[in-house]
């Protein structure tokens, strides 16, 4: 049985490699924290939904590392229209009840488990 956690992140991951841009909106936190190689902050669920048919990604899960009840670091291979050839990427995600509230992409999983670390100790000291 998958935890909220998993289920929540499957559901991003389906959202986005179907370019279902409702059920991306649908998928995510309001707003969504996100970070990637064109920069980072906070964007309401409408301009996720933007960024998912403007890159027209795909993100296939490859390994899952749980990181707290609320973190999780998945090792993804990502391709876009124009490049078809798998980059390993790593993306942070935190999640909250149903929601995808962050999604911070990182070139490699070393470090986006160092991210995730520092994410979770923080959290733990508030």
Not at 63 to 84: C, F, G, I, K, Y
Request: net charge negative; glycine share 6%.
């Amino acid at each position: 049985m998958e935890s909220k956690l998993e289920e929540a992140i499957n559901d991003w991951h389906a959202s986005v490699n179907a370019g279902d841009l409702q059920r991306a909106a649908d998928a995510v936190g309001d707003p969504i924290i996100v970070l990637g190689p064109k920069g980072a902050g906070p964007i309401t669920p409408e301009q996720f939904a933007d960024w998912v048919e403007r890159s027209g990604i795909r993100l296939v899960p490859r390994s899952w590392h749980p990181v707290s009840e609320r973190l999780m670091v998945v090792e993804e291979d990502a391709t876009w229209p124009d490049n078809q050839m798998p980059t390993h990427v790593a993306t942070v995600f935190r999640v909250a009840g149903t929601k995808v509230t962050a999604a911070l992409r990182l070139p490699d999983l070393k470090s986006a488990l160092e991210l995730a670390y520092i994410c979770r100790e923080m959290a733990a000291s508030e």
